[in-house]
Each structure stands twice: as C-alpha cells, then as structure tokens.
C-alpha cells in the first residue's frame, strides 16, 4: 500500500496562524490541520516556526483549542 501524500494549500498555515491570532482560538479543524502538516514533515522553516508559536500560545493560555470545527459560518 502506497502512503498518501499531503499537499498543503499554499499559504495555509500563515491563515490559519492569522485566524487563530484574531480570534483567540484553535478550532478542532485547525488542530487537525496542523497535525497533518506536522506528521507529513512538508512544512518551510517559516511555517514550522508559526506552528510552534501556535503551540506555544495555547500552553501559555493566549489561545483556546475549541471544540468545534470550524468558526466560519
């Protein structure tokens, strides 16, 4: 069985770190998301950066891991 190969959107994890940054929360999707791209091993120096600070934040407090999908209606 061949392992599926994940293409990121381009752009995808400066949106998703801006969207979480404006609205203080990381959606279960977002969560997932960068789960994906982390497991994948296919993200720049620059978005591995902005994935960590996302991790960072909600250690710290400064952003809530919600339970819901997604915050876009």
Known sequence: MMPM?????????????????YTGEL????????????LTDCLSDDERRAVDRLLRAV???QLRA???LSTVL
Do not use: K, W
């Open 5 to 21: 190969q994940l293409n990121l959107i381009p752009g995808a994890i400066a949106e998703l770190f801006a969207h979480a940054s």
């Open 27 to 38: 959606t279960l999707a977002d969560r997932y998301a960068l789960m994906a791209a982390i």
């Open 59 to 61: 250690c710290r407090g």
């Open 66 to 68: 919600v339970d819901t």
